[in-house]
């Protein structure tokens, strides 16, 4: 199936949410594309800078093998660069194939932020890409300063949409990257008032560590795109793991690849089936 943009996802979402996976390795864009095929649902394939810079600093040959997957699978998918501070790599994603950027500048002090952010949605609208932002802080993260109590106020966040002309927004709700365990507790109050301040789509990132009931009453609230990342790692991590313990001597990558790709494959589809996005 040819590759389809993210907005495209999310204007066919009004009564759900689009889910973001991300891909680390070819084994998690597969995993993916068979987890929402398994499911029936469209999904956003998303690399972030991190996984760029894994791969040695190339977007190049990781954004052609995410790509190949996506137009290879019969779920329409795709390509999203995410949490993006380098400006070259910004630049870098209108050639390989992606629909959309996160254009993180939360780091910087909020003027800064308004003003990077500004630049590169006017950037990315003249090629067509749909842009996504952050305001408030989503731990988990060095350096972030995300603690309970800390949330994106909406007052804020609608003068920052206003000012920097971005197509979607990612909030502190109360979830946070890098969770192991699905522990977290969203503040639904303050996502109801956001969807109602805020025009354009709300973002929950760090959703490995949110239960489905609660992301569920999320998209209830207004979420519309939920990204998950560490619930793959840890799917592909544990059958690794697993296989390993029981056949210590296997030296093939592939004979232990293979269950972790199926594990995070599982993982992709029941995501997909809790929050169940409009099916295609």
């Not at 095929?37 to 093998?65: C, K, M, W, Y």
């Not at 949605?121 to 996504?132: L, P, T």
């Not at 995300?146 to 003068?159: K, L, Q």
């Amino acid at each position: 199936m040819p590759l389809v943009r993210t907005s495209e996802l999310m204007s066919g979402a009004s009564d759900g949410a689009v889910l973001a996976f991300n891909v680390i390795t070819v084994e998690h864009a597969e995993a993916i594309a068979a987890g929402a095929e398994t499911a029936g649902a469209g999904a956003v394939l998303q690399v972030s800078e991190n996984a760029v810079r894994f791969h040695g600093g190339d977007l190049a040959p990781i954004a052609a093998a995410t790509a190949a997957v996506a137009r290879a699978s019969r779920a329409p998918l795709a390509l999203h660069l995410d949490h993006v501070e380098s400006a070259d790599l910004l630049r870098a994603c209108a050639a390989h194939g992606f629909g959309s950027v996160m254009f993180d500048a939360s780091k910087l002090p909020y003027a800064k932020n308004v003003k990077a952010t500004a630049e590169a949605a006017r950037w990315a609208h003249a090629r067509g890409i749909w842009i996504e932002a952050e305001i408030g802080r989503v731990g988990g993260k060095p350096g972030d300063a995300h603690t309970p109590g800390v949330r994106t106020d909406p007052a804020e966040a609608a003068a920052y949409v206003a000012d920097t002309g971005v197509d979607a927004l990612a909030v502190a709700v109360g979830s946070s990257h890098a969770m192991t365990e699905r522990t977290a507790t969203l503040d639904h109050t303050l996502i109801a008032a956001l969807r109602a301040a805020v025009p354009v789509p709300l973002v929950l990132h760090g959703s490995s560590g949110v239960p489905d009931v609660e992301l569920r009453r999320a998209v209830a609230a207004g979420m519309k795109k939920i990204n998950v990342g560490t619930a793959l790692n840890k799917a592909f991590t544990g059958a690794v793991r697993a296989f390993l313990q029981t056949h210590p001597q296997t030296v093939d990558p592939r004979a232990y690849l293979a269950p972790a790709r199926e594990a995070m494959a599982e993982t992709v589809a029941g995501f997909l089936r809790a929050v169940r996005p409009r099916p295609w």
